[in-house]
């Protein structure tokens, strides 16, 4: 492994979140006629009904409700980089309420499954996937349950 | 609209031959259901091939490469990849061929040689790929199956034992098709005490991936009165798109459409199924018999409701009951299923054809529905490509 002092921190995918680890956020963008919310970024309108064309970049909410999750128990096929040994990972979805709208993510690492109840407040965070030969973080979003659980 | 006439049908069993080659699959195929329609391969005048993605261009252009190997014959040959509906839309393109008066006998084929394990991606240089995005993240196919079994669990109640059931039905049916690739009867015990993969679903839950091939053979009514009197029909053939907005998160994607501006009517498969019952003119009601999109137990459950077999909730009350075994009231997936089948993606929908036509005709042996007369197929792939046939004897 090259030395630490060159080790860069690279999003997995440009473009679809923000890096910033306090306050992070998805990138998405709607549409100035329907106001309908496209994450990732629509290139224009996809609402057939609408003829917008203009979209304004916006921040997707941080905060929603779990719809679902599951865990995996087998090894992905590449480009997916397991840790050695590979672990059990989870995959939730959750439910925007302003954007309406749904979006994937692992689970945050250090949460358990065991802890996931369906429709729970859980919030977006960006965390390293896996590191590469050249001790490089690839960061993505992941979403974490919120430690103080509202109504 | 007039009927189109299914005339011959023809598979090569579900399998894993890692030594031939995807074209042998499709061959096999073509000629037992050249053999079937009582035809010569000259006879046919219009080709439509279903693609494979893991073999490269010959594989994207796999209808040509049959072509070739049964003998250039100088007649039209399309190539085409719709994700696991493709062999709804090869009969939708083929029949539309006859209803335009173009020509007589059409053939649909399609044959896949897959690798082993996990689907994955197709490597490709574009940073923005949203299914190399995806397998990043670690979402597999079975990934989506087990957040939409999780949720089932919530919405209804299911139980682990309800998802384990359909398997092990599934697995009575498939014993006894010969060209089934699991031929097992499971038990529950077993199916529970499998590893889980994605969960809730354990390893006997979700679909494996397969090599094989089937071959559909239409004609013109008037072609087939000369040499049936009772012919097969194609009744509907629904290979329709999404509805924005598509609200439930469906492979490839990580994200659904916002319900924001639009709330959708309905789910897409529901909407496909919909389509086609009205190109039908019936109702689930009418059904005999249906080969559901199986790649996991609890999807099994969710079409009982998309299709209209019970209400919402309700499917695994339907299960229970026996009344989708063999035996039961609509016995769903006869051949086994894609449980017992395994995922050859371009041809499966073409695989469900050929079991809909031998129900159709009596001569599906001991896994034989009395009397059926209606039967439905279903499909569901990537990036919106689900698909409803609905056959009538």
């Known amino acids: 492994m090259s030395s630490s002092s060159q080790a860069r921190k690279i999003p997995v995918i440009e473009g679809w979140f923000t890096m910033d680890e306090e306050d992070p956020h998805l990138i998405g963008n709607r549409c100035k006629v329907c106001g309908d919310y496209f994450f990732p970024k629509a290139y224009s309108c996809r609402n057939p009904h609408c003829t917008g064309t203009e979209l304004e970049e916006i921040s997707i909410s941080r905060r929603g409700r779990l719809w679902s999750y599951t865990i995996n128990y087998y090894l992905p096929p590449t480009p997916y980089v397991p840790p050695d040994p590979f672990v059990p990972y989870t995959i939730v979805v959750v439910e925007l309420k302003k954007e309406k709208l749904m979006v994937m993510g692992q689970l945050a690492n250090g949460y358990d499954s065991e802890q996931l109840k369906i429709g729970m407040e859980i919030e977006l965070i960006v965390e390293p996937l896996f590191k590469d030969d050249q001790g490089n973080e690839h960061f993505i979003w992941k979403w974490k349950p919120m430690a103080r659980q509202g109504l | ?393």
């Not at chain 2, 089937?214 to 029909?233: D, G, K, Q, W």
């Not at chain 2, 798109?241 to 659904?256: E, G, H, K």
Request: with cysteine; charged share 20%.
């Open chain 2, 1 to 393: 609209m007039r009927d189109v006439a299914i005339i011959g049908v023809g598979m090569h069993p579900w399998g894993k031959w890692p030594e031939k080659k995807f074209v042998e699959f499709g061959l096999a195929a073509v000629r037992n259901a050249l053999e079937d329609a009582n035809l010569k391969w000259t006879d046919i005048q219009f080709v439509v091939g279903g693609s494979t993605m893991y073999s490269g261009t010959p594989g994207v252009l796999d209808g040509s490469c049959l072509a070739e190997e049964m003998g250039w014959s100088g007649i039209p040959v399309i190539n085409h990849y719709n994700a696991c509906a493709t062999g709804a839309y090869s009969l939708d393109i083929a029949r539309s061929r006859i209803l335009a008066g173009l020509c007589d006998v059409t053939l649909c084929v399609a044959m896949d040689s897959t690798p082993k394990g996990f689907f994955g991606p197709t490597e490709t240089k574009d940073p923005k790929d949203l299914d190399m995005l995806r397998f990043k993240m670690g979402a597999t196919n079975p990934t989506y199956f087990g957040l939409y079994a999780r949720r089932r669990m919530e919405e209804y109640g299911t139980t682990e034992a309800d998802l384990a059931k359909v398997k092990v039905k599934n697995s009575h049916h498939g014993i006894h098709n010969p060209y089934a690739r699991f031929r097992k009867e499971f038990t529950l015990e077993e199916v529970l005490n499998s590893p889980m993969v994605a969960y809730p679903l354990r390893l006997y839950e979700v679909c494996a991936t397969s090599d094989g091939g089937a071959a559909v053979i239409l004609s013109s009514m008037e072609f087939a009165r000369r040499y049936t009197s009772h012919p097969i029909t194609i009744a509907a053939v629904s290979a329709v798109s999404p509805q924005y907005p598509d609200a439930i998160i469906n492979l490839p994607r990580v994200s659904t459409d916002s319900t924001y501006s639009v709330v959708p009517e309905r789910r897409y498969p529901k909407y496909v199924a919909d389509k086609a019952y009205e190109e039908a003119g019936i109702g689930p009601e009418d059904l005999d018999l249906a080969e559901l999109y199986d790649l996991s137990t609890a999807w099994e459950l969710d079409w009982y409701e998309y299709i209209g077999l019970c209400k919402p909730g309700d499917a695994e009350r339907l299960l229970n009951d026996g009344e989708t075994a063999l035996g039961g009231k609509i016995p769903t997936n006869t051949s086994g299923g894609l449980s017992s089948f395994g995922e050859a993606a371009p041809a499966q929908a073409l695989a469900q054809v050929c079991e809909l036509v031998w129900q159709l005709r009596g001569a599906a042996g001991k896994r034989q529905v009395e009397g059926a007369r209606v039967a439905l197929g279903i499909n569901f792939g990537l990036q919106g490509n689900c698909s409803c046939l609905i056959l009538e004897r």
